[in-house]
């Protein structure tokens, strides 16, 4: 079993990225400008915002972050969007998901410029990614292709199945994993909630990328001898073990499948650093105007 290790993986990526800024600022260009919007205070966000913008003073980007209230109206929220598309010297802007309920997320997606949506997931881009142009890949399932190329995991001709349907994580990985591309060219089933006989399916997979939300959910019965398994899920349980007060766990039983699998990503040290180089990766692509 070879593990994939995305901590390591994106390490490599964010060096890479150091380098590229400094080349850009001898080069006579500015540094690449990352914008993040936080409303409320949840734990979880807060968490992932505040690795976002640790993980750009580490590359030499600048950043800024953009906080409001819980009660925040969706038109105050709209208004600072419109002010961040405007400001010439921010490149990208990501509205940390989820959103409360009184706010349209979709809407809220479709007012950021095309040109800075770094998250990848504005309907523009989207369907350039189905059309395979030039875009921003949505974060996650580009971390996992990078990932999955720099381990040089065979994909070619191999069943992809995929769980969970959402429009950041499963949605686009089935149309990514399907595209003529390496890593890609896979035959791909995406499975979801409504899936008769998951475990049938599950058991056929050469590459299974599990992003459902439920901890734990993949065992040892549902897969096969020689399988890659790419486990995207987040859950946090409380732990009386660690100094936070709790720990994170994927979606699938790691210690039940790992004997099983020829690769596997280990939650934490995955998915989730590798879903953060990309953002970098596309903040730094938008600075340099490669796509737009
Ligand atoms: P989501 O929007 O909640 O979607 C979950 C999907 O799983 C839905 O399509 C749902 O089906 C499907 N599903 C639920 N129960 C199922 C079951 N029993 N069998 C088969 N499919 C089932 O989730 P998400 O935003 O994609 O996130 C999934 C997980 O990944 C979460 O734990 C999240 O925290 C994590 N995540 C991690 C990263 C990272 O960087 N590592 C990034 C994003 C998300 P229906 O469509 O039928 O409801």
């Excluded at 409504?194 to 992003?211: F, G, P, Y």
Aim: net charge neutral.
């Amino acid at each position: 079993m070879i593990l994939l290790d995305g901590k390591k993986t994106a390490n490599d990526i964010k060096e890479e990225i150091a380098i590229e800024v400094v080349n850009l600022l001898s080069d006579g260009g500015k540094k690449p400008h990352l914008a993040a919007i936080l409303v409320g205070n949840d734990g979880a966000s807060e968490t992932y915002v505040n690795a976002k913008v640790k993980a750009c003073e580490k590359v030499g980007f600048d950043s800024t972050l953009v906080r409001f209230n819980i009660d925040v109206s969706e038109d105050k929220l709209l208004a600072e969007i419109e002010k961040i598309n405007r400001n010439s010297s921010i490149d990208g802007l990501i509205v940390q998901l989820p959103l409360p309920k009184h706010i349209n997320e979709m809407k809220v997606t479709e007012a950021i410029l095309p040109e800075k949506d770094v998250d990848g997931f504005h309907p523009a881009n989207i369907g350039r990614m189905a059309l395979n142009l030039p875009t921003y890949l949505p974060a996650t399932p580009a971390g996992i292709l990078e990932l999955l190329q720099r381990y040089e995991v065979e994909t070619l001709g191999k069943h992809c199945v995929v769980i969970g349907r959402s429009h950041i994580v499963g949605s686009p990985m089935s149309i990514l994993m399907a595209r003529n591309n390496y890593p890609g060219n896979c035959t791909v089933t995406l499975t979801h909630s409504r899936t008769k006989n998951l475990n049938e399916i599950t058991k056929t997979a050469d590459i299974l990328i599990v992003a459902l939300g439920k901890a734990e959910f993949v065992t040892t019965d549902m897969v096969k001898q020689g399988v890659t398994i790419i486990d995207v899920g987040i859950t946090r349980v409380k732990s009386d073990k660690t100094k936070s007060g709790w720990k994170l766990l994927g979606d699938v039983d790691f210690e039940d499948v790992k004997n099983k699998c020829s690769y596997i990503t280990p939650v934490p040290g995955g998915v989730g650093p590798m879903t953060i180089a990309i953002l970098l990766k596309n903040t730094l692509l938008s600075a340099k105007r490669v796509i737009y």
